[in-house]
């Protein structure tokens, strides 16, 4: 599974290519960017809550890879969120804005999908709760050591973070390339 790293660049190139344009005015203005790119990135790592029990724990395995690892996960903290933001903001959450929401946090079960798994139980519940079984699929990325979140820090993980920091910034390159055509013009946001 990987890291809050990959997950946050995904997250925030994912959201700077969808950002801008007439469906999204909280977005068109340059002065917000940077934290519209941060709720992205959070939102990329949103299914990985479910390390909360472990870090209190001191086991960070303890319960991750669970339910909020699932596609029904993210239909409904998807639309949820979407929901809540409607109730306070409407103007801002318009049909766009939900399809982002899903995109961000589906990118992160994406993600997590090619990228190796060196602890038990392997692979995450798609299909929770109509099944329990668990899927994996290619491992194209390295996964990093953890037992507890300091564990990012450690010199075992570097090479790994390194692969993830690549990864993350070549994605974000290709958000931006993908915008740029989509938009025809400079920056958007
Ligand atoms: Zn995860």
């Given at each position: 599974m990987a890291?809050?790293?990959?997950?946050?660049?995904?997250?925030?190139?994912?959201?700077?290519a969808m950002a801008g344009g007439k469906g999204l005015p909280l977005f068109a203005s340059g002065?917000?960017?940077?934290?519209?790119?941060l709720a992205g990135a959070a939102l990329a790592c949103?299914?990985?809550?479910?390390?909360?029990?472990?870090l209190l724990?001191?086991?960070l395995n303890t319960t991750h890879q669970q339910a909020t690892h699932s596609l029904a996960w993210v239909l409904l903290a998807a639309f949820g969120i979407w929901l809540l933001g409607r109730a306070v903001q409407p103007a801002?959450?318009?049909?766009r804005t939900l399809a982002l929401l899903?995109?961000?946090?589906?990118?992160?079960?994406?993600?997590?999908?090619?990228?190796?798994?060196?602890?038990?139980?392997?692979?995450?519940?798609?299909?929770?709760?109509?099944?329990?079984?668990?899927?994996?699929?290619?491992?194209?990325?390295?996964?990093?050591?953890k037992t507890a979140l300091a564990d990012l820090a450690r010199g075992n993980n570097l090479r790994t973070l390194g692969i993830e920091f690549?990864?993350?910034?070549?994605?974000?390159?290709?958000?931006?390339?993908?915008?740029?055509?989509?938009?025809r013009r400079g920056s958007a946001l």
């Open positions: 890291s809050p790293v990959l997950h946050g660049l995904a997250g925030a190139g994912l959201a700077y002065r917000k960017t940077g934290g519209y790119l949103l299914p990985d809550v479910d390390y909360l029990p472990g724990r001191g086991y801002w959450f318009g049909k899903l995109v961000l946090i589906g990118s992160h079960l994406a993600i997590d999908w090619v990228t190796a798994d060196h602890f038990a139980p392997y692979g995450f519940p798609l299909w929770f709760p109509f099944s329990e079984a668990r899927t994996l699929g290619p491992a194209w990325l390295p996964a990093w050591e690549g990864a993350g910034l070549a994605f974000e390159a290709g958000c931006a390339a993908a915008k740029r055509g989509w938009t």
